[in-house]
């Protein structure tokens, strides 16, 4: 595959919602907690900002992306000035943030932790959030312990330094300072309506990304018992 990663591929055709759930596991999420036009929102790792968009649209909250892949953060740029949305994107790494102590009322994590160092990113979502603020995260996790081999596979091929079970997760969050945490694994697309997958292609991109597709697809159908998702809610 030439080197392209998981995340390339994401990039390049330009996935929305590029989460487990999609979209309306994300509008879903979000109508559970108390956001309002004074909240300030980091969407961390915002990828092409679908999710962002949508907390201005719904909440005229003060919405920041950030996202370390230039071409996600073009395509984000592009439509937030296709909607006239006044939210800022700023290119950077969630395991070190260019924001201040207690800035955000929330922090929110679309499949994301999973692609970084894990305690590195959590403590730094930990020190951008104001006192009572919240980390929302929708993350992959394991349902079980694989082998080795399978272990390495999953590992290489989303090119992650480790894998989490649901009580890894919660072990962490309450390591670094988290509290009421809540876990679910709720998948609501359909109460949410029509939420096609949203592609915007780059131009001339590999074809060798429709490989890293393929591998991606015979992954989900290869370990769909095990490799899953977790949405955690907690608070500093
Ligand atoms: C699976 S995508 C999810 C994108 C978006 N949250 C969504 O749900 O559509 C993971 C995102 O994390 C970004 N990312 C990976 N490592 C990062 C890092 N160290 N800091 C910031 N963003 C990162 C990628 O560029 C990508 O946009």
Not at 65 to 88: C, H, S, V, Y
Request: hydrophobic share 40%; proline share 3%; net charge neutral.
């Amino acid at each position: 595959m030439g080197g392209l990663t998981y995340i390339d591929f994401l990039a390049k055709f330009g996935i929305g919602g590029a989460h487990p759930g999609g979209f309306g596991l994300t509008k879903y999420i979000l109508s559970k907690e108390n956001i309002t036009n004074n909240s300030w929102v980091l969407d961390a790792g915002c990828g092409t900002g679908q999710t962002a968009a949508y907390i201005y649209e719904q909440y005229k909250a003060k919405v920041f992306g950030l996202d370390i892949n230039p071409i996600m953060l073009e395509k984000a740029a592009t439509r937030f000035k296709n909607l006239n949305f006044p939210i800022q994107l700023i290119q950077g790494s969630v395991e070190q943030i260019p924001f201040e102590d207690h800035t955000f009322d929330y922090v929110l994590s679309e499949s994301v932790l999973a692609f970084v160092n894990k305690p590195k990113a959590l403590k730094e979502f930990y020190r951008v959030l104001k006192k009572g603020g919240r980390l929302i995260a929708n993350e992959m996790t394991l349902n079980s312990v694989l082998n080795k081999f399978e272990e390495q596979e999953i590992k290489n091929f989303y090119n992650v330094d480790s894998l989490y079970l649901e009580k890894d997760w919660i072990t962490l969050l309450q390591d670094t300072g988290f509290q009421s945490i809540n876990v679910s694994s709720q998948q609501v697309d359909f109460l949410y309506g029509n939420n096609k997958q949203e592609f915007n292609f780059s131009p001339n991109f590999e074809p060798e990304l429709f490989e890293v597709l393929n591998k991606h697809g015979h992954m989900l159908i290869k370990y769909h018992n095990i490799l899953s998702h977790r949405i955690f809610t907690c608070t500093k």
